[in-house]
């Protein structure tokens, strides 16, 4: 099966997905729950001078591949443990590739190419979503990066472990500058 970017971005396939909305139905929603464990580490640093580094690690499934390189004292990861080896599939192993989960840092710089934000989510199918949600409160709703990463996310689809409904909804309460603004 190939899946072209023009597809995706045709008004034929837009007209298809907006068939499945329906302004008086509301889809299941699932409250998520946090991880008992994570293998991910982000973090952000940024100097007096504004220069910026956004930095994600992870291993991906526990120890990652297993593997430790001799003498190295670390594991490999498996990021690519979710490509398939079924020609054809969009998600075929290939050169060029990157897994759908791949780790995301994140800087933000303004039109004139200023530094304005560093940030950056961990979660794993979740990274997208958890992104542009970041993304959209600080851009949109003038959140400084900390507020934006402590406001309630959803997540659109199964990406985790134990999750089998269609969305999830993180329970957590707003912080007062999203219900006052």
Partial sequence: MTVSVKELLSDEYAKKRARLLHRNEVCQAVSGSPFACSDTVYFSVVDKDGNACSFINSNYMGFGTGLIPEGCGFTLQNRGANFVLDEGHPNVIGPC?????????????????????????????????????????????????????????????????????????????????????
């Avoid at 940030?119 to 958890?130: C, I, K, L, N, T």
């Avoid at 409160?137 to 999750?163: N, T």
């Avoid at 309460?173 to 006052?180: C, E, Q, Y």
Wanted: charge should be negative; glycine fraction near 12%.
């Fill in 97 to 181: 590739k990157r897994p759908y989960h791949t780790i995301i840092p994140g800087l933000i710089t303004d039109e004139s190419n200023n530094f304005v934000a560093s940030f950056g989510v961990m979660g794993g199918f979740m990274q997208p979503q958890g992104h542009l949600q970041v993304f959209l409160a600080m851009v949109l709703w003038g959140k400084d990066p900390q507020e934006a990463l402590d406001a309630p996310r959803f997540c659109i689809g199964p990406g985790h472990e134990g999750f089998e409904g269609d969305v999830a909804i993180e329970e957590v309460r707003l912080h007062p500058s999203f219900t006052s603004g």
